[in-house]
C-alpha cells in the first residue's frame, strides 16, 4: 500500500508522491518560547515526532525542519513581567522545551532554526512583497494586501469578503484594509528592534516561518505541520506571503493534528485545568503520555483524563510484560531472529492510512494477546520436546517484532523490567498497600501454608488477587505481580 496522507488544504487523503525522492522536506511550527509547554504542546510535538519517524521507517530520507519563534508580544510582555532581557526569557524557555521533549522521548529535528537569526532572510522576502506590490509601509510599518492574493482562503476554506464583515475595525488602525496583516512592525520605545529598509522594527510572526523553511526547504517543500489552530490565520498567511514572494505554492501538503481537551473542557489557566508537560511527567511515565496521545487518530481531539492515562498505562504495561520474557528467549547461533513479515506488513498498512496510529496500536494489541497466549502454551511445554523449540522461535520472533514497531512509534524504548516495576508500584499505590505491607501479607501466607492451614493462605490469595495482585507459588518462594488485564 501507498502512503497517503489527508492534505489540509485539499480536504482528502492524497497519495503522498515527495518532489525529490526519497527526500523530504518537512516543516513543522514549533512554539514560542515565553513560558513552559503544555499538553497541547506535547500532543502536537509526539504527532509529528511519529510521523517523521514512520517515515523514515519508510525508507524516506527526511530533512526535519522545526522552528523556535523567539521574538514576540508575548515574550516581550513576559520580560517586562520578570524584569529581565526579552532574549533572556527566550533562552531560558528554550532549555525547557528541549528539556521537556528530551523527557517524551523525541528524536531531535535536523535544524532547529530561531526567528532571530533569520532576519535578513525575512526582510529580503518583505522588500520582494513591496517591490511587487503586494505589501506596503506605513509609518515603519510594512503589511501584506491581502486582497492582492485572489486564492486567500483556500487552506482555512473560508471567504474574504466574510471575512471582512467579521472583523472589528480598530481605532487609529493605519492599515489600507482590517485584513492586512504585518510583516514588519515599526519599534517602539524599549522594545527590541533590527534595522530595515523602513526604519528600526522587527517581523511579523507569520513571515519568520516563510523565510526559514524557504531558506532550509526551498520555494517548495513537502510537508508542513503545526496544530490546528494554526491553520488560521498562521498558516493561511504563511501561503499568501510566500506565494505571492516566489508565484508559487510553497507546500504541497498541509498536515494539522486536532486538539487537547482536560476533562471534556478546553484547556485553560481560568478554568483551573491547566497542565503543563512538567506537570503530567511527574504523574506519568513519558510512555505512557505517548501512548495515550497515540491511541487517537493525529486529527480528532483527545480528552486527557486520569481515567485515559490509566488505561494508557495498563495497556502498556501489557506489551512489557510480554517484551520482559525478551532475554529468556536468547537464540542459539543456529537460531537467527526474523520479523514476523505479516505483522510488519499490517502495521506499514495501516500506518500508510494518513499515519492512523489508533488503529495500529489496536492492531498491535490484537497480536500481544496472540503472542500471550503462545506464551502460556510455551510456559506449560516440555523443555527439551521439538515442539517446546517451534514455539520459542515463534515466541522471539514476536516479541522482537512488537519491539521493533513498537519503538517505530517511540515506544518501548524502556528496559521492560524496569517499566513492569513502575507498574507494580504504581498498582500498589493505586490499593493504598506499600511493599512493606505486600511483603507482609506473603510471609502470613507462606506461614499458613507452612502449617497446612490451606484455608487462610487461600483466603490471603484471594484478598489479593480482587486487588488485581497475583502470586505465582515457586520452589524459592511466591512471587507477586500485577493483574494486566
Not at 284 to 304: G, N, Q
Not at 455 to 462: P, T, Y
Request: aromatic share 10%; hydrophobic share 35%.
Amino acid at each position: 500500500m501507498t502512503l497517503r496522507i489527508y492534505n489540509t488544504l485539499t480536504g482528502k487523503k492524497e497519495e503522498f508522491t515527495p518532489i525529490s525522492p526519497p527526500k523530504v522536506g518537512m516543516y513543522v511550527c514549533g512554539v514560542t518560547v515565553y513560558d513552559l509547554c503544555h499538553i497541547g504542546h506535547a500532543r502536537s510535538a509526539i504527532v509529528f515526532d511519529v510521523i517523521y519517524r514512520y517515515l523514515r521507517h519508510s525508507g524516506f530520507d527526511v530533512n526535519y525542519i522545526r522552528n523556535f519563534t523567539d521574538i514576540d508580544d508575548k515574550i516581550i510582555n513576559r520580560a517586562k513581567e520578570l524584569s529581565i532581557e526579552w532574549d533572556e526569557v527566550a533562552t531560558k524557555f528554550i532549555d525547557e522545551f528541549n528539556i521537556d521533549m528530551a523527557a517524551l522521548g523525541l528524536l531531535k529535528p535536523n535544524i532547529e532554526p530561531k526567528a532571530t537569526d533569520h532576519i535578513s532572510e525575512m526582510i529580503e522576502m518583505i522588500q520582494s512583497l513591496v517591490d511587487n506590490g503586494k505589501a506596503y509601509e506605513i509609518n515603519g510599518s510594512v503589511y501584506f494586501s491581502v486582497k492582492s492574493f485572489p486564492q486567500y482562503g483556500s487552506l482555512s476554506k473560508r471567504n474574504i469578503e466574510e471575512l471582512q464583515s467579521g472583523i472589528r475595525i480598530e481605532i487609529n488602525d493605519e492599515k489600507q484594509d482590517p485584513l492586512d496583516f504585518a510583516l514588519w512592525k515599526a519599534s517602539k520605545p524599549g522594545e527590541p528592534a533590527w534595522e530595515s529598509p523602513w526604519g528600526s522594527g522587527r517581523p511579523g510572526w507569520h513571515i519568520e516561518c516563510s523565510a526559514m523553511s524557504r531558506k532550509y526547504l526551498g520555494i517548495t517543500f513537502d510537508i508542513h505541520g503545526g496544530g490546528k489552530d494554526l491553520v488560521f490565520p498562521h498558516h493561511e498567511n504563511e501561503i499568501a506571503q510566500s506565494h505571492a514572494c516566489s508565484g508559487e505554492a510553497p507546500v504541497n501538503v498541509w498536515l494539522h493534528n486536532g486538539f487537547v481537551n482536560v476533562n471534556a473542557e478546553k484547556m485553560s489557566k481560568s478554568l483551573g485545568n491547566f497542565c503543563t508537560i512538567k506537570d503530567a511527567l511527574a504523574l506519568y511515565h513519558p510512555e505512557i503520555i505517548r501512548y495515550f496521545v497515540l491511541t487517537s487518530h493525529y486529527r480528532s481531539p483527545v480528552d486527557f483524563t486520569d481515567t485515559a492515562l490509566s488505561d494508557a498505562r495498563k495497556n502498556l504495561a501489557r506489551f512489557y510484560d510480554l517484551l520482559s520474557i525478551e532475554n529468556s528467549l536468547v537464540p542459539s547461533e543456529s537460531d537467527s531472529i526474523k520479523s514476523d513479515s505479516s505483522m510488519v506488513t499490517k502495521f506499514n498498512e495501516l500506518m500508510d492510512d494518513d499515519f492512523n496510529t489508533a488503529t495500529t496500536l489496536a492492531y498491535l494489541g490484537s497480536e500481544l494477546r496472540k503472542y500471550n497466549k503462545i506464551r502460556a502454551e510455551f510456559e506449560r511445554m516440555h523443555q527439551k520436546s521439538e515442539r517446546y523449540e517451534k514455539a520459542k522461535h515463534h515466541l522471539k520472533r514476536g516479541v522482537f517484532t512488537l519491539r521493533q514497531l513498537g519503538q517505530t512509534l517511540g515506544l518501548f524504548m524502556e528496559k521492560p523490567d524496569n517499566f513492569v516495576k513502575q507498574f507494580k508500584a504504581a498498582k500498589l499505590t493505586e490499593v493504598g498497600m506499600s511493599n512493606d505491607e505486600l511483603e507482609l501479607q506473603i510471609d502470613e501466607r507462606e506461614k499458613a501454608r507452612a502449617e497446612k492451614n490451606f484455608e487462610k493462605a487461600d483466603q490471603l490469595r484471594d484478598n489479593l488477587a480482587k486487588k488485581g495482585i497475583r502470586l505465582q507459588d515457586t520452589p524459592k518462594g511466591a512471587v507477586w505481580t500485577v493483574d494486566f488485564n
